[in-house]
Nanobody
Framework: VQLQASGGGLVQPGGSLRLSCADSRRTISNNGMGWFRQAPGKEREFVAHITWNGGGRYYADSVKGRFTISRDNAKNTVYLQMNSLKPEDTAVYYC????????????????WGQGTLVTVSS
């Protein structure tokens, strides 16, 4: 599995971005997928998780109601729509494949992508 995250950039507070995570080498359609983020000087933290068929979606409290995770298995791609962005959302965002364990646990994931930087600033 080789994941490629994209879609990051500079956005003003209140703005929106859509991140994409694509697997160009193998299908990820049979696995749950997650988004995590890491701000400078902080640990990587859980953002969102989606089950293999999209039937279950889970969010960190800090992004609930603002972010939406989705997937298109035909395109081997997972998305993170981020609305009402805040400066505290500034971080490198990573996607990863969920293998086993709690969906919010960093250790439950493998095959991390290289990350995409999101900067929320005026």
């Amino acid at each position: 599995v080789q994941l490629q995250a994209s879609g990051g950039g500079l956005v003003q507070p209140g703005g929106s971005l859509r991140l994409s995570c694509a697997d160009s080498r193998r299908t990820i359609s049979n696995n749950g997928m997650g988004w995590f983020r890491q701000a400078p000087g902080k640990e990587r933290e859980f953002v969102a998780h989606i089950t293999w068929n999209g039937g279950g979606r889970y969010y960190a409290d800090s992004v609930k109601g603002r972010f939406t995770i989705s997937r298109d298995n035909a395109k081997n791609t997972v998305y993170l729509q981020m609305n009402s962005l805040k400066p505290e959302d500034t971080a490198v965002y990573y996607c990863a494949v969920h293998l086993r364990g709690s969906y919010s646990d960093y250790g439950a994931y493998r095959y991390w992508g290289q990350g995409t930087l999101v900067t929320v600033s005026s």
